[in-house]
Protein backbone atom coordinates (compact mmCIF):
# COMPACT_ATOMS: atom_id res chain seq x y z
CA UNK A 1 0.00 0.00 0.00
CA UNK A 2 1.38 3.47 -0.97
CA UNK A 3 1.17 6.34 1.00
CA UNK A 4 0.26 9.67 0.50
CA UNK A 5 0.23 12.59 3.01
CA UNK A 6 -1.67 15.91 2.10
CA UNK A 7 -1.31 19.21 3.93
CA UNK A 8 -3.19 22.37 2.96
CA UNK A 9 -0.65 24.51 0.55
CA UNK A 10 -3.15 26.74 -1.85
CA UNK A 11 -4.81 29.58 -1.47
CA UNK A 12 -7.40 30.83 -4.07
CA UNK A 13 -9.71 28.49 -5.79
CA UNK A 14 -8.56 24.75 -7.10
CA UNK A 15 -10.36 23.15 -10.42
CA UNK A 16 -10.04 19.34 -9.33
CA UNK A 17 -10.34 16.86 -12.77
CA UNK A 18 -11.71 14.10 -11.58
CA UNK A 19 -12.74 15.11 -8.21
CA UNK A 20 -15.58 12.47 -7.50
CA UNK A 21 -15.16 9.06 -5.79
CA UNK A 22 -13.84 9.61 -2.47
CA UNK A 23 -13.52 13.91 -3.23
CA UNK A 24 -9.29 13.52 -2.03
CA UNK A 25 -8.79 17.45 -2.86
CA UNK A 26 -12.03 18.79 -2.24
CA UNK A 27 -12.03 16.95 1.37
CA UNK A 28 -8.76 19.17 2.16
CA UNK A 29 -10.01 22.29 0.41
CA UNK A 30 -13.50 22.48 0.44
CA UNK A 31 -15.16 25.21 -0.40
CA UNK A 32 -11.75 26.45 -2.65
CA UNK A 33 -12.92 23.36 -4.62
CA UNK A 34 -14.54 22.77 -7.86
CA UNK A 35 -14.31 19.47 -8.98
CA UNK A 36 -15.65 18.03 -12.18
CA UNK A 37 -15.88 14.56 -13.26
CA UNK A 38 -17.76 12.93 -16.55
CA UNK A 39 -19.60 10.34 -14.22
CA UNK A 40 -22.66 11.33 -12.21
CA UNK A 41 -21.95 8.48 -9.92
CA UNK A 42 -18.66 9.32 -8.87
CA UNK A 43 -20.20 12.99 -8.15
CA UNK A 44 -22.74 11.48 -6.16
CA UNK A 45 -20.65 9.13 -4.00
CA UNK A 46 -18.20 12.28 -2.97
CA UNK A 47 -18.56 13.71 0.24
CA UNK A 48 -20.28 17.61 0.71
CA UNK A 49 -18.28 20.50 1.33
CA UNK A 50 -17.05 21.86 -2.22
CA UNK A 51 -18.80 22.71 -5.80
CA UNK A 52 -19.07 19.39 -8.17
CA UNK A 53 -20.17 19.72 -12.01
CA UNK A 54 -20.65 16.86 -14.15
CA UNK A 55 -18.19 18.10 -17.15
CA UNK A 56 -15.55 16.05 -19.12
CA UNK A 57 -12.34 17.15 -19.26
CA UNK A 58 -11.21 17.37 -22.37
CA UNK A 59 -14.19 19.78 -23.08
CA UNK A 60 -14.36 22.16 -19.88
CA UNK A 61 -16.73 25.17 -20.43
CA UNK A 62 -14.72 27.40 -17.88
CA UNK A 63 -13.45 30.26 -19.01
CA UNK A 64 -9.41 30.37 -19.52
CA UNK A 65 -7.53 31.66 -16.63
CA UNK A 66 -10.56 31.03 -14.23
CA UNK A 67 -8.83 28.99 -11.63
CA UNK A 68 -5.57 29.93 -9.60
CA UNK A 69 -4.92 25.99 -9.33
CA UNK A 70 -5.69 23.04 -11.12
CA UNK A 71 -4.93 19.00 -10.26
CA UNK A 72 -5.70 15.73 -11.01
CA UNK A 73 -5.04 13.16 -8.13
CA UNK A 74 -4.96 9.39 -9.53
CA UNK A 75 -7.35 10.52 -12.17
CA UNK A 76 -5.04 10.26 -15.57
CA UNK A 77 -5.70 6.48 -15.53
CA UNK A 78 -8.82 7.11 -16.29
CA UNK A 79 -8.70 9.25 -19.45
CA UNK A 80 -8.12 7.15 -22.70
CA UNK A 81 -4.72 7.51 -23.47
CA UNK A 82 -5.11 9.55 -26.45
CA UNK A 83 -7.31 12.50 -25.01
CA UNK A 84 -4.62 12.74 -22.24
CA UNK A 85 -3.03 15.68 -23.96
CA UNK A 86 -6.47 17.35 -24.65
CA UNK A 87 -7.17 17.03 -20.83
CA UNK A 88 -3.57 18.45 -19.48
CA UNK A 89 -4.32 20.98 -22.55
CA UNK A 90 -7.72 22.59 -21.32
CA UNK A 91 -6.85 22.48 -17.25
CA UNK A 92 -3.57 24.80 -18.54
CA UNK A 93 -6.48 26.85 -20.61
CA UNK A 94 -8.16 27.29 -16.94
CA UNK A 95 -5.08 27.80 -14.78
CA UNK A 96 -4.33 31.72 -14.11
CA UNK A 97 -0.46 32.46 -14.89
CA UNK A 98 1.49 32.09 -12.11
CA UNK A 99 -1.29 28.94 -11.21
CA UNK A 100 0.05 25.74 -10.50
CA UNK A 101 -0.65 22.10 -12.30
CA UNK A 102 -0.26 19.21 -10.17
CA UNK A 103 -1.04 15.24 -11.15
CA UNK A 104 -0.69 12.42 -8.59
CA UNK A 105 -1.04 9.35 -10.30
CA UNK A 106 0.93 5.57 -10.80
CA UNK A 107 3.00 4.08 -13.35
CA UNK A 108 2.41 1.11 -15.05
CA UNK A 109 3.27 -1.14 -17.96
CA UNK A 110 -0.02 -3.12 -18.73
CA UNK A 111 -3.20 -3.01 -17.18
CA UNK A 112 -4.37 -6.79 -17.20
CA UNK A 113 -6.18 -5.07 -14.61
CA UNK A 114 -4.03 -2.57 -12.62
CA UNK A 115 -4.90 -1.56 -9.12
CA UNK A 116 -3.14 0.23 -6.45
CA UNK A 117 -3.83 0.76 -3.02
CA UNK A 118 -3.41 3.98 -1.19
CA UNK A 119 -3.62 5.30 1.85
CA UNK A 120 -4.29 8.98 1.61
CA UNK A 121 -4.07 11.13 4.80
CA UNK A 122 -5.78 14.12 4.19
CA UNK A 123 -7.03 16.64 7.26
CA UNK A 124 -6.27 14.34 9.73
CA UNK A 125 -8.18 11.00 8.28
CA UNK A 126 -6.52 8.21 6.70
CA UNK A 127 -8.55 7.35 3.78
CA UNK A 128 -7.90 3.67 2.15
CA UNK A 129 -9.09 3.78 -1.30
CA UNK A 130 -7.98 1.77 -4.16
CA UNK A 131 -7.90 2.76 -7.91
CA UNK A 132 -7.44 0.84 -10.97
CA UNK A 133 -8.14 0.57 -14.93
CA UNK A 134 -8.73 -2.49 -17.02
CA UNK A 135 -8.66 -1.00 -20.74
CA UNK A 136 -6.36 -3.44 -22.47
CA UNK A 137 -3.08 -1.78 -23.71
CA UNK A 138 -3.19 1.44 -21.01
CA UNK A 139 0.11 2.39 -19.57
CA UNK A 140 1.49 5.13 -17.69
CA UNK A 141 4.41 6.90 -16.66
CA UNK A 142 6.14 10.16 -15.02
CA UNK A 143 8.17 10.84 -18.24
CA UNK A 144 4.91 10.65 -20.60
CA UNK A 145 3.07 13.71 -18.93
CA UNK A 146 6.34 15.77 -18.78
CA UNK A 147 6.36 15.09 -22.58
CA UNK A 148 3.02 15.98 -22.71
CA UNK A 149 3.34 19.39 -20.70
CA UNK A 150 6.12 20.75 -23.04
CA UNK A 151 4.81 23.51 -25.11
CA UNK A 152 1.67 24.18 -22.68
CA UNK A 153 3.53 27.44 -21.24
CA UNK A 154 4.55 25.35 -17.82
CA UNK A 155 7.70 25.12 -15.99
CA UNK A 156 8.38 22.34 -13.70
CA UNK A 157 8.75 22.98 -10.16
CA UNK A 158 8.77 19.40 -8.08
CA UNK A 159 9.09 15.78 -9.94
CA UNK A 160 8.90 12.86 -7.45
CA UNK A 161 8.91 9.35 -8.18
CA UNK A 162 9.01 6.52 -5.28
CA UNK A 163 7.27 2.63 -5.57
CA UNK A 164 5.56 3.16 -8.82
CA UNK A 165 3.67 6.18 -8.12
CA UNK A 166 4.38 9.88 -8.60
CA UNK A 167 3.81 13.41 -8.37
CA UNK A 168 4.51 16.33 -10.47
CA UNK A 169 4.01 20.11 -9.90
CA UNK A 170 4.03 22.34 -12.77
CA UNK A 171 3.46 27.07 -12.52
CA UNK A 172 2.38 28.59 -16.04
CA UNK A 173 4.29 30.67 -16.66
CA UNK A 174 3.28 34.53 -16.22
CA UNK A 175 4.59 35.98 -19.93
Known amino acids: MH ?3 LDRTHTGSILDIGGGGEGIIGRLYGRQVTAIDNRREE ?6 GFEKVLMDACEMSFASASFDHVTFFYTMMFIAKDKQR ?10 RPGGTLEIWDAAFERA ?3 VTEL ?7 R ?7 WE ?4 QNLLRFQEMAEGLGLSEEVCEEAEGHFYLRWRKNTA
Open 127 to 133: IDVSYGV
Open 43 to 48: LDEAPE
Open 3 to 5: TVR
Open 136 to 139: EGAS
Open 112 to 114: EPF
Open 86 to 95: RALAEACRCL
Open 119 to 125: AVYVAGE
